[in-house]
């Protein structure tokens, strides 16, 4: 099989034979579809809709078989060959538009066996995050993308290619959903039966917008988390020796062994899944493995004896690892732990995303399918040993904080004692500590792709982007804005030597809404001079400033009582197609968990073109200042001067200012 021929649309005349997984790469931990009779009759004709009738006698069967093994049909039969599945030069992709390529080009990254998490059930990150619900899905999308003029919009409905729609050519081309639900069946429990059905598939976040770049697209955000919560703590510039545990290496988590090596300190990342640690291991994205607790713990004695930066690989389950650290504690007086957190992923707590302590992995892979009430119960009891173990180190002068992966949540459901009398959590979110005060200033993970493949194309972007970092800083910013602008100038000029690119030629960089839309602008100056040999895809992660609204992750620092609403996401993915993005998605879930959050996003390519340069700059604005808007209504100080001064400095803007009352005296008068 060539490009042309996956392109080509789904093949049913022959049917191509049937295939079984790849046994030596890791899949998607097995569902228990709990489906009625009546249910799973209609999930296998759901998914025979895609077929001429010729076909269902064959594959009927097969689908039958997969939904009662896998608890979904994935139509495996319809997988292409791994080693085909990758980002290729958009000039390799047989297009009628460029815009059709380079979305192409971002799915096949997305499914890369080096990038995806879950590559033949379509999982790129967290558990359960999929660009389609299955192949069929895929082949045809691909078809649709390749032979899409630019006058037509394609409609992505929860992994389901509904088609393509008359339109015009600054409209998107496509416009993605995933997950969307009637708010009072927003629970888990639709969830698991309507992805059985083939009705929903939860896109976290990048995996169903097809704007993930691999583990790097989280490597800037939690460098800046652990380099402020170190400043926070213990001044400016102390890292080295510092120790920053934490867990997961399986998708974006697998970022953190890279995040505390830039940072500067010790981390040790715990992970259950020895494929997922091998490949971290051998991509270089940590630089040791402790097989023990007891080696471990001699690996971080004699790096923080000597201020050695250094990356540990945990094997085997964080709790383990928590547990021996307390004993270590308890037993010598000596807290080897400064900095800590985790990034399991919690979201999906009983099908894959937590593994209990009690199990080892394959055994807890089996009893999540065989007996999954028991499976919760032991997941619960893992919490709460996670959280008691956690609580005493914290005694003893660590400082933990939530990642955003929904650990408080799921504990405090559990019944861990992470609760205040008010109900609110006894450690902040990460939002809350570091990165809620970044967000306010404008900044956020601003990401592109260069769509050649060069390594020497990305290097030039490197380049422009820190000539506009210069730039800023010459322009007399806050004080808050030049640590920022600080740090991002460092991070940009040593991303190269870093090797963070895994899979497409792509990198992330904070920026705010001055900085993106001037790269965005530079970017595409530079396709049109030759400097940079073909166009570029520029997009972000939706944990961003105005992507999504998260009362527990990304708005949890807004204090107006609007953290529990979604309009600014919502608003910021129309806001995006209108102002010429060249697709948008929104999603129901993402780092939280499904009905805990709406998150969006969008990609936007730069073809060197004059209208793509204007409608660039025209969008990131938009894209960014939604965001501060929001954050600056809700109270944040930061967030106010900084919409104040876009207002200031850009035509066109007039923003409807916050006036902040006094509380006591509201209680005098009222």
């Known amino acids: 099989m060539d490009l042309v021929e996956l392109c080509s649309g789904l093949q049913t005349d022959p049917l191509p034979p049937p295939r079984e997984r790849t046994a030596d790469i890791a899949h998607a931990p097995n569902r228990n579809h709990g489906l009625s009779t009546n249910e799973r009759v209609l999930a296998i004709k759901n998914a025979l809709r895609y077929f001429p009738k010729h076909c269902h006698a064959e594959l009927a069967p ?19 060959d791994s080693a085909l599945m990758r980002a290729y030069p958009i000039s390799e992709y047989k297009t009628k538009t460029v815009a059709g390529a380079a979305i192409i080009l971002m799915i096949m990254n997305n499914l890369d066996r080096r990038v ?25 999308a691909l078809h649709y993308l390749s032979t899409m003029s630019d006058d037509q919009t394609l409609s992505m409905m929860s992994g389901h290619p509904a088609g393509l729609f008359p339109s015009h050519k600054r409209a998107p081309r496509v416009v993605i959903t995933n997950g969307m639900m009637i708010p009072n069946y927003s629970t888990k429990e639709m969830y698991d039966k309507l992805f059985a059905m083939g009705c929903t598939m939860y896109g976290q976040m990048t995996a169903g917008s097809y704007c993930y ?8 955000g939690t ?33 953190q062994g890279k995040a505390v090596v830039i940072a500067g300190c010790i981390g040790v990342i715990a992970e259950v899944s020895r494929e997922a640690l091998d490949k971290r291991h051998s991509q270089g994205w940590i630089q040791a493995v402790a097989e023990t607790v007891d080696e471990c713990i001699e690996m971080v004695k004699e790096a923080r004896a000597s201020k050695k930066v250094l990356s540990i690989g945990f094997y085997g389950n964080v709790v383990t690892l928590w547990e021996g650290l307390a004993e270590y504690t308890k037993r010598t007086g000596e807290n080897l732990v400064d900095l800590a957190s985790d990034q399991t992923s919690l979201h999906n707590p009983y099908n894959g995303g937590y593994y209990p302590v009690q199990l080892t992995y394959s055994q807890a892979d089996d009893m999540m399918t065989q007996d999954p009430a028991q499976f919760k119960t032991l997941v619960q009891e893992s919490l709460r040993r996670h959280v008691g173990a956690v609580n005493f180190l914290c005694e003893q002068g660590m400082h933990f904080w939530d990642y955003g992966n929904a650990f408080l949540l799921e504990a405090s459901r559990a019944g861990a004692p992470v609760t205040k009398p008010d109900g609110s959590f006894i450690y902040p979110s990460y939002v809350q500590l570091t990165i809620g005060g970044v967000f306010s200033l404008g900044f956020g993970p601003f990401r592109w792709v260069c769509a050649s493949g060069s390594e020497e194309d990305l290097a030039a972007t490197d380049q422009i982007a820190a000539r506009v970092i210069r730039q800023q800083l010459e322009e007399n910013p806050s004080p808050e804005e030049e640590d920022n602008l600080r740090d991002n100038l460092t991070w940009i000029e040593q991303a190269g030597e870093n ?172």
């Open 499 to 670: 090797k963070m690119v895994v899979g497409s030629q792509a990198r992330i960089l904070y920026s705010n809404q001055a900085g993106r839309s001037r790269i965005a602008a530079a970017f595409n100056e530079a396709i049109a001079a030759g400097e940079i040999s073909a166009p570029i895809v520029l997009s972000r992660d939706h944990h961003d400033v105005s992507g999504t609204d998260s009362p527990f992750r990304e708005t949890s620092n807004i204090t107006d009582g609007s953290m529990w609403c979604a309009d600014m996401a919502v608003q910021n993915v129309i806001g995006g197609a209108l102002r010429g993005a060249t697709w948008v998605s929104i999603h129901n879930g993402g780092g939280v968990g499904w009905g805990e959050v709406m998150n969006g996003g969008f990609g936007m390519v730069l073809d060197g073109s004059a209208e793509a340069g204007e409608l660039a700059v025209s969008m990131l604005h938009w894209d960014v200042s939604n965001g501060v808007c929001r954050r600056a209504w809700g109270g944040h100080p930061l967030a106010q001067h900084a919409i104040s001064h876009t207002q200031d400095t850009v035509p066109g803007y007039r923003i409807t200012q916050c006036v902040d009352a006094d509380e006591e005296q509201i209680k005098e008068l009222c």
């Open 116 to 140: 995806a998490q879950f590559p033949e059930e379509l999982v790129t990150y967290g558990g359960n995050g999929q660009v389609f619900g299955n192949w069929g899905q895929f082949r045809v």
């Open 62 to 80: 097969e689908f039958s078989k997969e939904l009662d093994e896998f608890g979904h049909i994935y139509m495996y039969r319809f997988m292409p």
């Open 223 to 255: 460098t800046i988390t652990v380099m402020n919560a170190g400043r926070q703590f213990y001044g400016a510039g102390n890292m080295a020796g510092k120790v920053y545990v934490t867990a997961g290496l399986g998708g974006m988590s697998g970022a």
């Open 213 to 220: 770049i691999g583990p790097q697209g989280i490597v800037h």
